[in-house]
């Protein structure tokens, strides 16, 4: 039975998180107007500012199924599987209830946007059922989701009349609920994230091979993806909803290249950002920074992060409003889909060289939180402790 971390694993998984912080303070104290990937009114700085942090839902959900993988050496398969289902379910209601509070600070349910959890906590309920199944079957069908997906995009929703909603949530984000008082925007779909989370568990295997074998597949699959990128893209045929074009410069034209369609993560978008992280996940391996020791510490405990960073940026919101303006309010409504998560007052954006600073103070809060809930875990042997 597998006892100890995975150091590389848990590295990698931190970085993400920490990058993924630099969005969220983005979302929060950055102009939301601004659509980062829109070449027409985008800046340099804040497209790479948003396309660095590309790379953590991907991990994410690569990382959830090689963890469920590896918690499979340490359980029994029946055991395993209810632990899925399980921990599935929980990251389903952390999403609907917990983050969605952190996001807004209220309970009027009038917008609410489903994000990553949603997803993930799907990838799990699948994945409860997927394990019972060979190895080589898991990866088919995570191989036919990434791969074959966006042959979909043709696909609207409005065509499916009744099963409409089941297409929203599978493949093509939009509103899944519009009341007139309330509406539900479904922003992650489960197709082909679930397929990401499959990969992940296969990929798991190789962690009982000898160190020298897994780096070699380690590196072949890395720049195997990125190659297969860099042709695809280049083709201009399929992969992604969108196409790249020559710009005025060679930076915009680059920018061009790496515009891809997030939602739902195109098989492009997802080979440029899994195939560096396959690298990185080989180059930690075999050389992990001692300056990156508190990046490890977040890898352990990334949902305590996920949660509690969400309510520490939106509380720092919340002083900023009360500090500029001398009014909090905008920080407690619920904003329609074109201000979320509140609608800003006048003037809010900070700037990036600000944000840059807020996200370096966040990160200075979270690391001794997360310092002091991984020795919670590590010496508690309460049950409840894994599930966040």
Known sequence: MRSTRIQSIDLLRGLVIVIMALDHVHDFFGDLTAQPTN???????????????????????????????????????????RFLFSRGLWLIFL?????????????D???????????????????????????????????VLVAGHNALDGINASMLGKFAPLWIVLHAPGILINTGRSVVVVSYVLVPWIGVTALGYALGAI???????????????????????????????????????????????????????????????????????????RLFEKDAPRLLGPVVIVGRVPLF???VHFYLIHLLAVAA????????????????????????????????????????????IMFPLCRWYAHLKRTQGYWWLSYL
């Open 207 to 281: 962690f009982s091979w000898n160190p020298g074998r897994r780096q070699n597949l380690l590196s072949w699959l890395g720049g195997g993806l990125i190659a297969a990128f860099i042709i695809l893209r280049f083709a201009n045929i399929y992969g992604d909803p969108s196409r790249w074009s020559r710009q005025d410069s060679p930076v915009w034209t680059v920018m061009s290249f790496l515009n891809l369609t997030k939602y739902p993560p195109s098989l492009l978008f997802l080979l440029m950002t899994l195939g560096p992280a396959l690298l990185l996940l």
């Open 39 to 81: 070449l027409t009114t985008t800046t340099a700085a804040l497209f790479f500012t948003r396309w660095i942090t590309h790379i953590c839902a991907p991990v994410f959900s690569l990382l959830t199924g090689t963890g469920a993988y590896l918690a499979g050496g340490r359980m029994p398969k029946p055991q395993l599987s």
């Open 321 to 364: 409003s009360y500090l500029r303006y001398g009014r909090v309010d905008e920080m407690f409504q619920s904003p329609d889909l074109g201000h979320f998560p509140f609608s800003q007052p006048p003037g809010w954006d900070v700037g990036l060289p600000m944000i840059y600073l807020l996200w370096l103070t966040v990160l200075a």
């Open 109 to 143: 349910y009038h917008t609410t946007i489903i994000t990553v959890l949603w997803a993930l906590g799907w990838s799990m309920l699948t994945l409860a059922g997927l394990i019972w199944l060979p190895l080589w079957a898991i990866i088919l069908f995570g191989v």
């Open 305 to 307: 992060f996920y949660v």
């Open 95 to 107: 999403e609907l209830v917990v983050m969605r509070f952190a996001l807004q600070f209220n309970l």
